[in-house]
């Protein structure tokens, strides 16, 4: 049988994301399991019922977690299949209705400081590359450190405090619109966008040591038409694995920012979720944000190939 | 009297301590064809890469006038401006002189463009069937790495040649050919110079096909230019021992005596 190339690959890569999932869901089911704390003994507390031997052990057997850990398991995995994500402990509602309501906000934040990062970066990286050793690309590199050192809690501390409280431009609790989400997505943008500027600039210069460049400046090709018709849709498809990459980063990110901006996102109820020991929500968390992790850099690998059809060549 | 578009006065040159060039005169007036034969290290690239002021070659002494102008240290717009539409050049590695992954059409496109001059399918399909590569607007949507060596090198050529450069500069454009192709591509490439009295600089290892093709010759070794004649002089009446050398070794076909 003969598939070309291209369908083939993508074939390859979804059955080795489902590979990955498995072995993810399988760890992260493992260490809920091997965590300290109670759920049991946490539920009981919180709703104010005095803890007993008896009441704890029959709070156990209601919630399953007496049974052995491979059933569990088992059974977990079967109803993700098909689409049922479990109750939560804390309260008993259905785990895929508590995640997809926070989660059409988280995405909101990740992308709108992912683009904000990219409007950064984007311009600032092809202007160190441009200008590499200059008093602009000095300043673009001190800028790039500290911003790329700085961790994002901090920013976004800073942020409140001059945006907020100092300015009065912006509210302390980001309510879910437009405006609210302006401070954390920059507070997210800010170290990611500084370390998009590092990896531009350094790929740009990498890709402006090549032979074909020195071969147009030869022929009198304007340095413009160099840097934006060649070397940059070249560095494209690097570009886009190091973006891809950073997905991680910025959804790790947003549970943090979240929190402290009070953003109505994911990331808050994971945070509620975590302290509360709500096994189920936690797991559909790291489920979702595993398979969207996986699928982006899926794609970005795609399109790597579809924008240098030479690396699907050598696969071939 | 010829007049001289391209002077080089007494230059030397370095790549970092070690003079690669050493006190070279010549000068090549308008149409003519002048073909620097050497070994391989013997300093002919350099003297090209001087003319094109190539970044990591250091102009130790000495000048390049192009029609009458010195410039030895040109940089920058004047630079960009002479490159490819005064003095065209075509590279030793003809596909790695391109951008491997776009069309060759979007490539000259560029090329024409930043020197003001518009994009005519025609003129490129014209110049390329004078390479003998058929099909020319099929080709121009390939791209360098979907071609051979001898397509690429003629493509360079072309693509040199549209620009009307007063000069081209040619280096070892036989490397990457076999025997029988580089020899055509030669042929095709003086008589297109010829047609549009475009001067030619030419370096390469093959006295064979420099015989055929240059009005004079100069034979460059460790950088130093040994001998300089007219085509003829340098054949039959050489007077240094390196040039007379160099006549025993080329190979000769059919009834040599």
């Known amino acids: 049988m003969k598939i070309n190339t291209p369908v083939r690959r993508l074939f390859l890569r979804a059955a080795e ?14 260490l809920m399991y091997l965590a300290p704390g109670d759920p049991a003994e946490k539920r009981l507390t919180s709703q104010g019922i005095a803890v007993t031997k008896q009441v704890l052990q029959a709070e156990r057997e209601r919630l399953g977690l007496l049974r052995p850990f491979l059933v569990r398991y088992a059974e977990w995995l079967s109803g993700i299949v098909r689409g049922d994500f479990g109750i939560s402990f804390k309260d008993e509602l259905p785990v895929s209705g508590k995640l997809l309501a926070g989660l059409k906000n988280t995405l909101i934040l990740s992308a709108g400081s ?156 994971v945070m509620d979720s975590i302290k509360a020991r709500d096994y189920p929500v936690i797991l559909g968390f790291v489920l979702i944000m595993g398979t969207i992790y996986a699928v982006i850099n899926l794609l970005a690998d795609i399109a790597g190939g579809i924008l240098d059809p030479r690396t699907q060549k050598k696969g071939e | 009297m010829k007049g001289e578009l391209l002077k080089i006065e007494h230059l030397t040159a370095s ?13 090549i007036g308008e149409g003519e064809s002048v073909f620097l034969v050497g070994e391989s290290g ?23 006038l192009y029609d009458g102008k010195d410039i030895t240290a040109a940089g920058g717009k004047q630079r960009r401006e002479l490159l490819g539409r005064e003095i065209g050049f075509v590279p030793q590695n003809p596909a790695g002189s391109f951008n491997p992954l776009r069309r060759y059409e979007a490539q000259i496109r560029d090329i024409m463009g930043s020197h003001g001059l518009t994009w005519d399918p025609e003129e490129v399909t014209e110049i390329l069937e004078k390479l003998d590569l058929k099909e020319g607007k099929k080709l121009l ?23 009307k450069p007063r000069i081209l500069l040619c280096d070892e454009v036989t490397s990457a050919l076999d025997t029988t192709t580089a020899a055509r591509v030669v042929k095709e490439l003086g008589m297109l110079c010829t047609q549009r009295k475009t001067a030619l600089l030419m370096a390469t290892h093959h006295l064979g096909i420099a015989a055929r093709l240059a009005d004079r010759i100069g034979i460059i070794k460790d950088g130093r230019m040994t001998e300089l004649g007219d085509t003829d002089r340098i054949l039959t009446a050489p007077r240094e021992v390196y040039t007379k050398q160099l006549l025993m070794d080329v190979p000769r076909l059919g009834r040599g005596r």
């Open chain 1, 17 to 30: 994301l489902i590979i990955i999932l498995l072995v993810l869901s399988f760890l992260v089911f493992a």
């Open chain 1, 114 to 269: 992912f683009f904000l990062s990219l409007a950064i970066a984007l311009p600032l990286g092809i202007a160190g590359a441009v200008l590499k050793d200059r008093i602009p690309d000095h300043l673009i590199r001190i800028l790039s450190f500290v911003g790329n050192s700085m961790p994002n809690y901090l920013i976004s501390v800073l942020l409140m405090y001059f945006f907020c409280i100092r300015l009065r431009l912006f509210p302390v609790i980001a309510a879910g619109d437009l405006k609210g989400l302006f401070l954390p997505a920059l507070s997210l943008a800010i170290p990611l966008s500084s370390r998009f500027i590092r990896q531009i600039r350094a790929e740009l210069l990498s890709q402006l040591e090549e032979d074909y460049v020195t071969g147009l400046r030869l022929r009198g090709v304007k340095e413009s038409d160099i840097i934006l018709k060649n070397v940059l849709p070249a560095s494209l498809g690097h570009v886009l694995t190091i973006l891809a990459l950073a997905v991680g980063t910025l959804m790790g990110g947003s549970v943090v920012i979240e929190t402290i901006f009070r953003w109505p996102g994911i990331g808050k109820l």
């Open chain 2, 15 to 27: 790549y970092g301590e070690e003079p690669v060039l050493k006190d070279i005169l010549l000068g």
């Open chain 2, 42 to 64: 013997s300093g002919k690239s350099s003297l090209l890469r001087a003319v094109l002021g190539m970044e990591n070659l250091t102009v130790v002494s000495g000048r390049v």
């Open chain 2, 141 to 163: 949507r390939m791209r360098p790495y979907e071609m051979s060596g001898g397509m690429n090198q003629r493509m360079a050529i072309a693509s040199a040649m549209l620009l």
